[in-house]
């Protein structure tokens, strides 16, 4: 039985929030370790709340924006241009990272804007989107952190948005799952673990989720994170 959790853990969490709204705001400690988030805006919804869940026993990072805040990182197209600059703050200890969501949405093969139109392509079809996982991955190697991979997340047939499939995510979840078999590298199985709650969880026709499912998303990947910071020392 999936444990769920209590408004008052919730309230807890979402009140930690407040206090470490922004990367500026996190007061951080060279001695603790530091955990770097690269996803989409799936993981920039429970990003928050894992900030306060962790906060005081680890720093969490993900890429900035230049404004503030924080960027969604989108695809694997924008991953393998942008990774390089995305580690330039390590080292890491561990590295929780995601694609899948933007790289399996169809998008205008001209303009590379989001699309309804069932005839114009993925983003990245599977063969590009394993040969650009595969690039990524090798850069994450090379710095040494524990990696995570977290898998796609569900959602319903054709949501709002540009057009998505819902048979999709399991596709490209198991080229992923391929790749991080290959190399070793640990999973966090949100597509698992959201899948048999999408009604719960999910906002309605939408691929994002509700503010308590982000606080659940969010103690799974804190579980996540804790395991690998065990098993590296």
């Known amino acids: 039985m999936k444990k769920r959790v209590s408004f008052g853990f919730c309230w807890l969490a979402l009140c930690s929030v407040l206090l470490i709204d922004s990367p500026k705001a996190a007061q951080l400690d060279e001695l603790r370790p530091r955990v770097l988030i690269v996803g989409d ?29 924080w960027i969604n990182c989108e695809g694997t197209k924008r991953g393998v241009e942008m990774i390089d600059h995305w ?24 303009t590379g804007r989001n699309s309804n139109d069932a005839s114009h392509p993925q983003q990245s079809d599977l063969r590009e989107y394993e040969a650009n996982l595969r690039t990524i991955v090798a850069k ?59 009604d719960e969880f ?18 799974q990947v804190a579980n996540c994170i804790r395991t690998a910071l065990t098993v590296d020392r």
């Open 87 to 110: 580690l330039s703050p390590g080292p890491f200890d561990v590295i929780h990272f995601n694609f899948g969501l933007h790289d399996l949405k169809h998008v205008h093969p001209e």
């Open 140 to 198: 994450l190697k090379a710095t040494g952190a524990t990696l995570i991979f977290a898998t796609t997340t569900p959602y319903p047939d054709k949501p709002g948005g540009p057009l998505r499939r819902a048979d999709q995510p399991v596709k490209y979840n198991a080229v992923a799952l391929r790749i991080m078999k290959e190399h070793q590298i640990a999973v966090n199985d949100l597509h698992g673990f959201t899948q048999t709650r999408m």
């Open 202 to 219: 999910l906002l309605p026709n939408n691929v994002h989720f509700r503010p308590s499912a982000n606080v659940e998303l969010a103690l």
């Open 41 to 69: 805006s799936i993981s920039l919804g429970y990003t928050p709340v894992l900030q306060g869940m962790l906060h005081g026993e680890v720093d969490i990072f993900r890429p900035p924006n230049k404004g503030g805040g």
